[in-house]
């Protein structure tokens, strides 16, 4: 005999019971604090932060407490909080020429104003798994000095001033809000990079690399990348002029691209950018080369069918929350649908069947 | 919880979501364009549809969700749930006594009536989508009347099988304009879009999309002349309560293959088997 299925609230409840043991995993081992996430687990926090477009480390170590260390889950509690979150105003765009740089490098100049810092970067430590770590994970007091006062001033600036590279003009235009309007093409660069900094750092990096590779080239220098923490200041209407309401730690990249001139532009050197929350070196780069390649139109150049520089395809598929929604919700029951298509499939098999047998009678 | 607003979205976004709904209503099975917002639940889950329903429900509803036609498949559990915890409006698995509908594959087999809304969830919102990636292209196609693609594809469609081989999210022409995409609804579904006397609203999250049939609107499934459309279902009656029009669900029951089929619409069934009605296979 035949009964329906039921109980889903059931099952659901205690799904969600048995989630929650697994989080916790061996109850003998001692719990994760939010404060362990957060100090020792920063990398991961920033990305949550970056992608989940919301600068707050406690928060973001919770969410991966939370998603048992499952970032793009943890981006998506991120991305539900946020959006719930009333908006008080908008911030004074930050001056990324006053960071305090714990990182600062060049890769197109030996030496320049500022210095070239390496910063606590993994960039030269030799991949060995250090077993140290497994029995004390102390670290030695790592030396300081003090640091040069003054601004840090950007690479392009440089070239800027020999009319090397292309101007990046003054643009006081609001720009367009990507969560409050929805994302419709032809996307504004302003657009194009709100979308890229909070993209998936995976599908971001498989971009420029394959336009390293050929698909799309143009050929990049790191003309900088800098890490570091900048004010952010906020006009008070009461008051009628910015103050200082915070700190936040950035990654900015700009890179300087080859340029043989087009119809529109003479033979100089091009941008691209990238500007990400938190340590994400990673995805600032890969932001850069993408934004560069999306630019293609705008500088004249040819456009060569590459995925990097068709910003329809790159935009829409960036989100990793969208991505990740649509992709998983296979899972959800499709009888309905399933049961529609049988019936077709049976139907065209059975004609093809009665065809072939009045086929084989002729 | 008291910590969000009534049915979760802030009284601001819901305005920005009324506002596209009523220009939906104006220009039936036009997609307008929505700042959606990420909800509690993933994309591609029904946020379209949850969007839509927050911002029409109202304190003295009666909400109900289906999903495959059923009131207990877990995703319609859950989005019922969630409605419960931050609207507390009152919900039903009766087609009759609902105000709201949110439907994921199907429209109920009873008619609905003057003054219900039924709102859809949508994966994709763009008919043309599959014979045209982009959303510039297709835009443009709309705005031009341009659905020869479309005709050539289901043309094409018989040429090679005889028939046209769509068999969910048949594509409808609404009001000899737009043509849209019924969200994938068996095609058995097709006829019940038209002249329907309740409200129809389409929610497509992760699209940005919402889109809308006011009642009575014409709704046309796409055919020709000599391939007219035709509604299909399994040619067999409900296994439980024996009706024969309902569309129904092919259940596996053993080892050997056996199956049975069973009305998806579980409030149908339901009803039906209370008012005595039995099949071959009920108890």
Known sequence: MYVAVKGGERAIENAHAWLAEERRGDTTVEELSIAQIREQLSLAV????AEGSLYDPDLAALAIKQARGDLIEAI????AYRTTLPRFGASEPVDTGNMACDRRISATFKDLPGGQVLGPTFDYTHRLLDFKLAADGEAPKAPTRDTEPGNVPHVTEFLNREGLIEEAPHDDTPPPDLTREPLEMPAERALRLQALTRADEGFTLGLAYSTQRGYGRNHTFVGELRIGSVPVEMEIPELGFAVE??????????TVNQFTGS???????TRGYGLVFGQTERKAISMALVDRALRWEELG???VGAPAQDAEFVLYHADNIQATGFLEHIKLPHYVDFQSELELVRKLRREAAAQQVQEAAE | MTDYNFAYLDEQTKRMIRRAILKGLAIPGYQVPFASREMPMPYGWGTGGVQVSAAVLTPEDTFKVIDQGADDTTNAVSIRTFFQRTAGV???????????????HRIPEEPLTEGQILVYQVPIPEPLRFLEPRESETRKMHSLEEYGLMHVKLYEDIARHGHIATSYAYPVKVEGRYVMDPSPIPKFDNPKLGDMAAIQLFGAGREQRIYALPPYTQVISLDFEDHPFEASKADHPCGMCGATK??????????????????S?????DARQAAGHKGKDAA
């Open chain 1, 301 to 303: 150049e040819d456009n």
């Open chain 2, 246 to 263: 309902s569309y129904l669900d092919e259940v596996i029951i053993d080892d050997a293959g056996g199956r049975m089929f069973v009305c």
């Open chain 2, 265 to 269: 619409d579980t409030d149908f069934c």
């Open chain 1, 245 to 254: 309401i915070g700190e936040v730690t950035l990654t900015e990249c700009e």
């Open chain 2, 90 to 104: 009152a919900t039903t698995t009766s087609t009759s006594d609902a105000t709201v509908i949110q439907t994921r």
């Open chain 1, 46 to 49: 920033n990305r949550v932060m």
């Open chain 1, 76 to 79: 998506f509690l991120i991305r």
């Open chain 1, 263 to 269: 119809k529109t532009e003479p033979p100089q050197f």
